[in-house]
Structure formats: C-alpha cells, structure tokens
C-alpha cells in the first residue's frame, strides 16, 4: 500500500464512528489508498469526560502522529486547532456513519479527485518526488 495514507475512526465498536474527539473511549487506525484498506491498530483510552480538560487530548493527539485524518462525531475549537497544527484533519460525520462506509467514500474522492485536505495528505506520504529538480536543470538553472 505504497500510496496509502492512515486514517482514525473515534469509535466504541470497531464499527461505527460514535464518539466525541475528546471523550472517545477508543480510535480503529486504519491504512487507506484508492484500492484497499488495512486495519493498523486499536487504542483504548478508557472513560473520559467532556469536561474542558485539555490535558486528555495531549495523548490522543500523540497516537494520531502520521494521520492525515481523524473521523468524529464532534471536536470542539481547541482540539481542532491542536489537530490542525499537526497537519491532521478533523472530519466530523452523521450518528450512524460505519467506519466502512467511510472509507468506501474516502477511496471514491482518492479516486475521482481527492480535495485539498487529501490531495496534500497524500503528497506528504509520497514525499518530494525525486524527478523535481530535472526541469529546473533541462532550463539551464544553476547553483
């Protein structure tokens, strides 16, 4: 899954996205590209109150390092802005959503032309492409 990206589901079953970012009992981490998905791991956290406590959030944050997406039901201003600034992006999705169906959909926009928050999440995983400076050299660029 050389262009996959990871993606995490606040969820309580391993099946639907029904939790709030903050008081999410659990996360299911999964690895995305256009073709397949790959279960990558499950992090339990325990009971957690939706009490303004933003010590909480310092290690959910931390076991979303690498994920261009975290799929929620609600995230309140400060963890968003904490998740932005680690280049993740929030997603808030409808009571019901299955993690399934989330990714079915993800892989559809990676495949019909994914929006700007995916679109820089998948060149971050690739990295620079090694061809970058060839045009620059056949113009007669110099150092």
Known sequence: METAIKVAFATTDMVHVDQHFGSAKSFAVYAV?????????????????QDGNEDKLSVKIQLLEGCAAVYCLAI???????????????????????????????????????????????????GPNPERFNAMEEEGWDE
Request: zero cysteines; proline letters at 4%.
């Open 33 to 49: 590209d256009p073709e397949q998905s790959e279960f990558m791991e499950a992090a339990q956290f325990g009971e957690l109150a």
């Open 76 to 126: 309140g201003a400060s963890a968003v802005k904490q998740i932005v600034a680690q280049g993740i992006q929030p997603v808030k999705v409808h009571e019901g959503s299955t993690v399934k169906d989330l990714i079915a959909d993800l892989q559809a926009e990676m495949k019909a032309g994914p929006s700007s928050w995916l679109a820089k999440a998948i060149n971050l995983h690739k």
